[in-house]
Every structure is written in structure tokens, then in C-alpha cells.
């Protein structure tokens, strides 16, 4: 029916002339972090605002650094949620998005921090159950000196090298996907946090174990076996959240490159199936023919999108004005992507009515994964 009143829509416009940017079938879709809500009331409104302005996916942050904004029997309550790591906050963020979500038809995928294991200065204090950070020191990234990620005030990194650190993240995200009637697992920060990361002792035995190969490479093959680990884990869709600039082909003076400073490689998650779409996050302005163009860094994504979807990230910056995102949207469609996720929602929600009355105008679905 959806598909009907939209050829209906789009012969009405055309009859009168009118420009129709819309697609019957993108993902437009929106992150919403976990700084974002502190109540049942904030996801119920927030959902609803999302609904409204004409999105149909919500990529809902339920895992921030090895704790939970859900019921989890793994890892401890956030302390973002009443101030107290492990103090069950007494309604459940994941379950009222879900339920105001799909009443709304929005998509609702969990959205969790892979590797990030604490922030701040101040360590994660006693709870039930235990944080990873207590009872697994030793899974934190260590730089060439061997000496491991202290508190700062940023966050810090379990290492992707490490079996028992990609384990968790496959159970937390199995966890999910069997509690809750999620419409997709998202990962964010599934990366190492830089190009001098991964020295840890538990890492570097593995790495002998598999023959001392090199250690770049062997990090990416740890990456990617955290994504395949967490596909193999659950039966709904999986995507990541990757870096904008996967190689620097253009010669841009002053870029870093998912594949080579985060070991994150983008092509090898699609080529090699571990994930249904990328959702690179590709924050800059289109800005044809010059450094950091939206338009050329999207166009690469979908060059290597391997058969797999990808949906454009893109920077909701309050001094862009709603010409940029509105710009960087229609781009995209130009590109190829088959959808774009806007980061996010405290932002974005500025342009909400501006989207609604241009490029989310007329309805459209997500569009299915065939090969799931």
C-alpha cells in the first residue's frame, strides 16, 4: 500500500511540475546517544519527535563503556541513568524504545559501544554485576612501552586482541538480540583507538601463537573477527559505525584513515559478510573537488559496499544550516547509499522540521536485506 500511494505521490508531482527528492525505499535514520535521555518520558518524546520529522530507523545507544542501559545479566546498570553503577534505575530504556518505537514504526537497533571499557578519571566503583574494568584489567589496550591505557579524561579501550574481549561483546550483543525484539545490533568504536595501540600482553601471545605475522594486519584480522563473532551471535541485522575516510587516496594533507590508524577495514567487514551495512560517518560538507568532500567519500563507501547496504553518516553541526545537511542527504541518494543516519538526535533535531518539509516529505521504508 505504502508503495502505491507513493507512485501515486510522485505522478501527482510531476504533473505539476514539482521536484520529488524523496525515495520509496532508504533508511533515514537518526543516532541517539546515551546523553541524551535520563527518563521514560525522554525516549517516549524522543521517539516520537523522530517519528514526526519522518524518519523510520533509530539506532538507540544501550551500551556505553562495558555497562548497560538495559537488563543485563553481564554487565552493570549505568551509572548514567541514577548516578550509581549497578542501581537499577527502575524502568528500562531499550524496552520503552522499542515499544514507543514500533508503535511509531520506526526500526529500533541497539546501538553499543564495542570496545570502549570506561571514561573518565575516576574508575567504575563496586556492582552487580561486577564491571569488566574490575575483574578484567588486564584486557585494556597497551602501547608500544607495554604499558596499559590509565584513566584519563577520554575513554579507554579493551583490546580487540584479545579472545575474551571480543567474546563479551558477541554475548552482550546475543543478550539483546534474544531479550529484546531489536531490529538490529549496531556497532560503534569497533576499532582499536589508535595506530599505537595493541601491545598488551594477552594480545601480543596471540599474535605469537598465529605465527608473529604483520602486526598490522593482525590487528585488522581482530576487528574483523570481533564483527563476524557478534553476526554469528544473533539472527538480526548487523551494521557498523565506520570511519569516514577509510584510505586517503586523495592525498589530503592531514587525515587519518580507518584502515590504517584504527585498523578498522571497512571493505574486509562487507566483502567478507560479517555485516549488513556500513554506516560510515562521514561528518564534513559537500565541498566538491576539495579536501574532506562529502560527495567523493561517499561515493567511495559504495564503491566497496561489497553487495551490502550503506547509509552516509552525516554531522548535524548547528552552524551548517539546513541547506548543508539537506545537501549532503540529496548526495548521498546521488551516490548510491541506500540511506543516511544523522548524528544526532541533540542536534539534529534543529533541522527536524526543515527535513520534513524537503527531503522527508513523502514516507519511505528501510529497505530489506535480502541476503539475511
Same mark, same amino acid.
Given at each position: ?39 521514560? %518520558? ?12 519522518? *524518519? ?5 545507544? @544501550? ?5 548497560? *542501559? ?6 552493570? /546498570? ?11 534505575? !527502575? /524502568? %528500562? ?14 526500526? @529500533? ?5 564495542? *570496545? ?29 612501552? $607495554?604499558?596499559?591505557? =590509565? ?19 558477541? #554475548? ?11 531490529? $538490529? ?55 557498523? =559505525? @565506520? ?14 584513515? !580507518?584502515?590504517n590508524a584504527y585498523f578498522q577495514d571497512a571493505d574486509a567487514f562487507t566483502r567478507e559478510g560479517h555485516v549488513d ?6 561528518? /564534513? ?5 576539495? +579536501?574532506?568532500? *562529502?560527495?567523493?567519500?561517499?561515493? %567511495? ?6 553487495? +551490502?547496504? @550503506?547509509?552516509? !553518516?552525516?554531522?548535524?553541526?548547528? =552552524? /551548517?544550516?539546513?541547506? #548543508? ?13 541506500? $540511506? ?7 542536534? $539534529?533535531? #534543529?533541522?527536524f522540521d526543515a527535513l520534513k518539509a524537503t527531503v522527508f516529505k513523502l514516507p519511505a521504508h528501510p529497505p530489506k536485506?535480502?541476503? +539475511?
Open positions: 500500500m505504502l508503495a502505491f500511494i507513493f507512485a501515486i505521490t510522485m505522478h501527482i508531482s510531476v504533473a505539476l511540475g514539482q521536484s520529488v527528492t524523496s525515495a520509496p525505499d532508504e533508511v533515514r535514520g537518526i543516532w541517539v546517544t546515551r546523553w541524551t535521555y535520563g527518563s521514560a %518520558d525522554d525516549v517516549v518524546r524522543i521517539m516520537n519527535e523522530v517519528a514526526d520529522a519522518g *524518519f523510520n530507523t533509530v539506532y538507540f545507544q @544501550v551500551r556505553g563503556q562495558h555497562d548497560a *542501559f538495559y537488563k543485563s545479566t553481564i554487565e552493570p /546498570w549505568s551509572d548514567g541513568l541514577t548516578g550509581t553503577l549497578g542501581k537499577d534505575p !527502575g /524502568w %528500562d530504556p531499550l524496552a520503552v524504545a522499542i515499544e514507543t518505537g514500533h508503535s511509531r514504526e520506526l526500526e @529500533v537497533h541497539a546501538y553499543i559501544n564495542s *570496545f570502549t571499557m570506561w571514561r573518565g578519571l575516576k574508575p567504575p566503583g563496586q556492582s552487580t554485576p561486577v564491571h569488566a574494568w574490575r575483574t578484567d584489567a588486564d584486557w585494556l589496550v597497551a602501547t608500544e612501552d $607495554g604499558m596499559p591505557s =590509565a584513566l584519563n579524561d577520554g575513554y579507554v579501550y579493551a583490546s580487540p586482541g584479545q579472545a575474551d574481549v571480543r567474546a563479551r561483546l558477541a #554475548a552482550v550483543a546475543k543478550e539483546i538480540a534474544t531479550q529484546y525484539a531489536v531490529d $538490529g545490533i549496531h556497532l560503534d568504536h569497533i576499532r582499536y583507538p589508535g595506530p599505537e595501540h595493541g601491545h598488551d600482553l594477552g594480545s601480543l601471545a596471540a599474535w605469537e601463537e598465529d605465527g608473529q605475522p604483520d602486526f598490522g594486519d593482525w590487528r585488522r584480522t581482530q576487528v574483523n573477527k570481533a564483527v563476524a563473532e557478534v553476526q554469528a551471535a544473533v539472527s538480526v541485522p548487523v551494521s557498523a =559505525a @565506520v570511519w569516514g575516510v577509510y584510505t586517503n587516496r586523495w592525498g589530503w594533507a592531514g587525515v587519518s584513515e !580507518g584502515r551495512a556500513l554506516l560510515p560517518m562521514v561528518y /564534513w560538507k559537500v565541498n566538491p573537488g576539495e +579536501r574532506l568532500d *562529502f560527495t567523493a567519500l561517499v561515493e %567511495d563507501h559504495v564503491s566497496r559496499a561489497n553487495g +551490502r547496504h @550503506v547509509y552516509a !553518516g552525516i554531522r548535524t553541526d548547528p =552552524a /551548517w544550516g539546513a541547506e #548543508a545537511v539537506i545537501a549532503c542527504i540529496e548526495s548521498a541518494r546521488k551516490a548510491g547509499a541506500q $540511506g543516511v543516519v544523522l548524528f544526532e538526535y541533540s542536534e $539534529g533535531k #534543529a533541522y536485506m535480502d541476503w +539475511r
